[in-house]
């Protein structure tokens, strides 16, 4: 993908825009397409949500990584990071130090993934802790990240307040994790409620 694609999208009906750290440590010119689709999200005043989502193996070194993504990172309104990643891009395990690291270069709202404790969520105003949901037998991470995120953007979309949205996340991250693949366990809405009534 390049920067002459993004600028062919039209954005005029879109809400919401989310961008991960995958498709900058691709190729130069998918890291300049990602650029640019965050600075005319920006532009058009679209609601814009980062997930770092570190692979390592994906990057040239390590400090190239960590510069590109708090670099787009500082663009979103949202940042998603999870605890570990936190170590790597804002250089402590301290889920509040985290948050005003992002919230220093402009983030509003950071939600840092704590695995089975939840999340923690620091917007300009408040910031709390929102449980996890007990699983019994993890089967498989992968996609349990995508599945927090979806669970927190569509009840964005939807018209929920953050805490709610929050608390999907964690039914869907919880979900997905006791399924095998990247998103084979993402649920419908009547098995997402359904899971979060029994919890």
Same mark, same amino acid.
């Given at each position: ?5 993004i !600028?062919?999208?039209? &954005? @005029?009906e879109? !809400?919401?825009?989310?961008v991960t750290?995958i ?6 010119s998918?890291?300049?397409? @990602?650029?640019r &689709?965050?600075?005319r999200?920006?532009?058009a005043g679209i609601?814009? @949500? ?8 994906l990057?040239e070194d390590g ?6 993504i708090?670099?787009?990172?500082a ?6 990071p999870?605890?570990?990643?936190c170590? %790597? ?9 985290? +948050?005003d690291?992002?919230?220093? &270069?402009?983030?509003?709202? %950071? ?5 089975a404790?939840g999340?923690y969520?620091?917007t !300009?105003?408040?910031q709390?802790d ?6 019994e037998?993890? %089967?498989?991470t992968?996609? +349990? ?11 964005i979309l939807?018209?929920?307040d953050?805490? @709610?949205?929050v608390?999907r996340?964690?039914a869907?991250? +919880?979900i997905?994790v006791?399924?095998?693949?990247d998103n084979e366990?993402l649920?419908?809405q009547e ?9």
């Amino acid at each position: 993908i390049a920067p002459e694609e993004i !600028e062919a999208i039209d &954005l @005029t009906e879109v !809400e919401l825009v989310h961008v991960t750290g995958i498709p900058p440590a691709l190729s130069q010119s998918a890291r300049e397409a @990602t650029f640019r &689709l965050m600075d005319r999200a920006k532009e058009a005043g679209i609601f814009l @949500t980062f997930d770092p989502n570190l692979r390592p193996a994906l990057w040239e070194d390590g400090e190239t990584m960590r510069t590109v993504i708090n670099r787009l990172a500082a663009k979103a309104d949202m940042v998603l990071p999870g605890i570990g990643e936190c170590e %790597v891009l804002a250089g402590t395990k301290s889920r509040e130090e985290a +948050a005003d690291f992002y919230q220093k &270069l402009g983030v509003k709202t %950071v939600i840092v993934k704590d695995g089975a404790k939840g999340a923690y969520v620091q917007t !300009e105003k408040e910031q709390y802790d929102v449980a996890g949901y007990p699983v019994e037998h993890v %089967v498989d991470t992968v996609g +349990a990240g995508d599945g927090f995120a979806v669970g927190i953007l569509s009840g964005i979309l939807e018209g929920q307040d953050l805490k @709610t949205s929050v608390k999907r996340g964690n039914a869907i991250g +919880a979900i997905q994790v006791m399924n095998i693949g990247d998103n084979e366990g993402l649920p419908t809405q009547e098995e997402l409620k359904a899971f979060q009534e029994n919890k």
